[in-house]
């Protein structure tokens, strides 16, 4: 429900009541008078102190989001594990520069330095945890409506598709209990 329709379910409830009570207001100075005008009153408070109770908390909650996804966003540069592992996947991966969405074009699991000549290691299967575990988390946080889709898949999706890449054709078997659900559905995919 958009604020006009707020603003106009609130103007028809008032008016609704006023309607009700006036012959009683005008036709006497009796208590039932006195009554239906404080009746009136308390109802017109009600609902004006409901409507920014209302708005005061979609205010917090939309604040809790971003709050919440913004310590998401600090865990992932911040946390060792986590942050070995993306760099580890930005490291291996080639991508493709001609198209659009930077296809992965191919992956290099034997590379020893990246672009910047840094050494690189390996995640060790705790890193690797970690990292599933974060992609989990947000997945989780997404369903409970506590973080936006859209915002997530900006910034994390791409480092799930590396992950997700790497583990298909990577011919391991430790990357058998990650399910593939999860990126699926922090992705948008259909997971049928």
């Known amino acids: 429900m958009n604020k006009k329709d707020i603003y106009l379910t609130i103007g028809a409830f ?22 239906s005008a404080s009746l009136l ?34 865990r992932f540069s911040n946390d060792s594990n986590i942050k070995n ?54 997945v989780i946080q997404i369903k409970n409506g506590k973080l936006e889709r859209e915002d997530v898949r900006k910034i994390f999706s791409s480092y799930a598709q590396l992950f997700d890449y790497v583990q298909q054709t990577d011919n391991k078997t430790s990357y058998y209990k990650y399910d593939r659900k999860v990126i699926a559905e922090l992705l948008c995919e259909t997971t049928n």
Do not use: Q
Not at 45 to 63: C, D, K, N, P, Q
Not at 87 to 105: C, H, K, P, Q, V
Not at 112 to 125: G, Q, S
């Open 41 to 74: 009153v308390s109802i017109i408070a009600l609902v004006i102190s409901s409507y920014f109770t209302t708005e005061t908390a979609l205010e917090i909650r939309g604040y809790n989001k971003k709050k919440l996804f913004s310590d998401y966003c600090a």
């Open 14 to 35: 008032a008016l609704g009541i006023i309607c009700a009570t006036w012959p009683e207001i005008w036709a006497n100075e009796t208590d039932k008078t006195i009554m």
């Open 85 to 138: 592992v993306a760099e580890w996947l930005l490291a291996i991966t080639e991508r493709d520069s001609n198209s659009s969405n930077g296809n992965i074009r191919n992956v290099h699991y034997r590379k020893l330095k990246n672009d910047r000549k840094k050494t690189i290691m390996e995640p060790t299967p705790f890193e690797k945890e970690r990292f599933w575990s974060f992609f989990i988390e947000l």
